[in-house]
């Protein structure tokens, strides 16, 4: 599909894709930028005598810490079974990774319960706590993102700086760690991003965020409009963290001429060996061992209590809903990258501009794009151009476009950063050996970028597997996905209820994560 686009578009075409895509991605971000322009003085007023105050300080108070708790729980991990060899070393590298399947609110629901009793439900519906669950479910993106800039860096800058003097500790602070720098402000902006659109784990800890607070008026007031301009807040401090993520790379230029072998493993022994290996399997123990235990005796009992048959029932209808949503929403999203792509390659530096307002839906909350998308598709539904039965509000292309705006970034950067790795120089030979672009982009560019656009696709389904806030408020009549189950579950505290759909949820998240691994693991190969 690739090289038959990019084959048949030229540059007045390239621009009107690009155009057209950017426009239907960008649209209902903007429609919730532009409710600013206008904005309800006594909604904000209220707003301010009443919640607001603490929703900025929360929000800012768990931004802060999880940002902080991830960059040194992921980098440290990365660097653990990088640098050094240890018993249950291969192995761990490879779990570490297994909490990206599980949600936060899963993870938030079974720790509440196991806390509650030795702690007191007070102390445990904290902001403190809430920040450790989300820390355990998002250190993964920092850990794969600190681990493949340590595994592409070369021995000879190290080697050169032992031979200075340097402590294998003052290497890595003054080597290693700096040549990682852009790979661990990537990681970070994107775990920044998933603490402002959380709202499922907040609200378990009775944590008052501008995300769960967008809810809140939404639901508790009817006003739109109110929840409208709340979210703006949401989008000034997701383009604040993309901000810091381009101040924290620098100007500087991070290249290197890479070894084949990498980083040379250092064996530890004794006490050395113990710690290392006690310290990685706690982390995987505290963030999913105990709880997926938890889960299972919860499922069992929930098995034992109601009727087998009905819970077997409501199983599959849910699976079934979620899979439907997760695959088209995939499929939607991995095409849209695709001629996004396309179009790129033929198109100017404007376009390329202008691509970036494309991915701006990842920067924006899940709860703020459900609005604009709301707002976007009655606007469309007032205009009469459809018939009645196609009404796109509460229907499920609607909830698809959704997904579509919010996770469009995760597939065209991924398709973009693959396809930018292929060497010009070899496209260029083959198109001076007469080979034509479509045949150049079967042969050559997509399968040298086929790992990186699995892998995109692969985070893709992760990410709308486990989306709660944007399904929640526009899911159409019957469409009941595993989140929304537990959703119903945790909002009454049924927490043998919830057991079942998020055991579902983490299966079907093991599975992709296992898939991403062997992406990753492939393409390296093939690097190599």
Not at 120 to 147: K, Q
Not at 198 to 216: E, K, M
Not at 337 to 356: D, V, W
Request: some cysteine; glycine content about 8%; hydrophobic content about 55%.
């Amino acid at each position: 599909m690739f090289g038959i686009a990019a084959r048949r578009v030229g540059p007045a075409a390239a621009t009107a894709l690009v155009t057209t895509v950017v426009a239907a991605a960008a649209i209902p971000v903007m429609v919730i930028v532009w409710s600013i322009a206008q904005p309800n003085t006594d909604v904000w007023r209220q707003l301010w005598e009443t919640r607001l105050p603490d929703m900025l300080r929360d929000t800012a108070t768990l931004l802060v810490t999880v940002l902080a708790g991830t960059l040194v729980l992921g980098t440290g991990l990365a660097w653990l079974v990088t640098a050094y060899r240890f018993p249950g070393q291969r192995i761990l590298g490879r779990l570490l990774v297994t909490p990206l399947a599980i949600p936060g609110y899963v993870l938030g629901f079974v720790w509440l319960d196991t806390l509650q009793e030795p702690l007191g439900a007070r102390s445990v519906r904290s902001i403190w706590v809430c920040a450790l669950v989300l820390i355990l479910t998002l250190y993964p993106y920092v850990y794969l993102f600190a681990r493949a800039a340590f595994r592409e860096q070369s021995q000879r800058m190290v080697d050169i700086a032992r031979n200075l003097g340097c402590s294998r500790t003052q290497t890595f602070w003054r080597v290693v760690l700096p040549m990682a720098r852009p790979s661990l402000a990537g990681g970070s902006a994107i775990v920044g991003m998933e603490v402002l659109t959380d709202v499922g784990t907040v609200r378990l800890f009775n944590v008052s965020t501008i995300a769960d607070g967008v809810l809140r008026v939404w639901f508790g007031t009817g006003d739109r409009n109110a929840a409208a301009e709340l979210s703006v807040l949401l989008i000034g401090v997701a383009v604040v963290l993309i901000a810091g993520e381009r101040l924290a790379r620098g100007r500087a230029r991070y290249t290197q001429r890479g070894d084949p072998q990498g980083l040379r493993s250092l064996r530890l022994r004794g006490l050395g060996a113990a710690g290392a290996s006690l310290l990685a399997w706690s982390v995987f123990a505290i963030a999913v061992a105990l709880p997926l235990a938890r889960l299972i005796t919860w499922a069992d009992e929930a098995q034992r209590t109601d009727q087998t048959a009905t819970v077997a029932g409501d199983l599959v209808f849910h699976v079934v809903s979620s899979l439907r949503v997760a695959v088209s929403a995939t499929i939607v999203c991995l095409l849209l990258g695709l001629l996004l792509a396309a179009g790129l390659q033929r198109g100017r530096g404007r376009e390329r501009c202008a691509a970036r307002l494309a991915t701006l839906g990842y920067a924006v909350p899940g709860p703020v794009v459900a609005l604009g998308v709301l707002i976007t598709l009655a606007a469309l539904d007032r205009t009469g151009w459809l018939p009645d039965r196609w009404l796109l509000v509460g229907s499920f292309i609607g909830l698809v476009y959704a997904f579509a705006v919010r996770f469009l970034a995760v597939a065209y950067q991924g398709i973009e950063a693959s396809l930018g790795k292929v060497s010009p120089s070899v496209v260029a030979s083959a198109r001076t050996l007469g080979a034509g672009r479509a045949r150049v982009a079967a042969r050559i560019q997509l399968p040298l970028a086929s790992a990186g656009i699995v892998a995109a696709t692969v985070l893709v389904a992760i990410d709308t597997l486990k989306e709660l806030p944007i399904t929640l408020l526009l899911r159409p009549f019957g469409t009941d996905t595993l989140p929304i189950w537990v959703w119903q579950a945790t909002s009454e505290s049924l927490w043998v209820q919830a057991a079942v759909p998020s055991l579902a949820i983490v299966a079907l998240g093991m599975l992709l994560v296992g898939a991403l691994l062997w992406t990753l693991d492939h393409g390296a190969e093939a690097i190599s």
